[in-house]
């Protein structure tokens, strides 16, 4: 699935040629580094798949298009794994860093308003691993574990 999203992303996001981009991808599904994560750490792994089909569509945010897409896609990000979620964010200020110079500073703006929705969850879920809430569950069921209980055949014995 990654190998899948090296190449949409080489050909959407990068703008290669198709050829190019299934070079990328085949080089990225032999390489050691990427065979050890997919091996191991399976919700690192999802996050890099969707992380890798959000980022191709954020020149068509900017734009103006798919922005339901790329808000969906960008909180299942977050929701995946922590180091895509950072990696998402640190990319897409990076692009908006880079549109808030040029003439056309509303692009910067529908990026930054896409990402909200992940940036909340993103805030939340360190806010609440920080200061976790703690929470007890009452049930109906009694215990029995700290009362004495003594065998009725006890105290003839």
Known sequence: MNAAGIYYYAVKGLGWKPKKSLLASAL????????????????????????????????????????????LLSTLTVFSHELTAITLIAISAWTILNNIRKPEKNRALILLASLLPSLATF???????????????????????????????????
């Open 28 to 71: 990225f599904s032999f390489s050691i580094a990427a065979l050890r994560i997919s091996w191991d750490q399976y919700r690192n792994i999802l996050g890099l798949a969707i992380l890798l089909f959000t980022l191709s569509i954020i020149p068509e945010v900017e734009k103006g298009k798919k922005i339901p897409h790329f808000m």
């Open 123 to 157: 805030s939340a879920n360190i806010f609440l691993t920080l200061y976790p809430i703690s929470y007890n569950i009452e049930t109906n069921i009694i215990d029995t574990s700290d009362m004495n209980y003594a065998h009725p055949l006890a105290s003839f014995l």
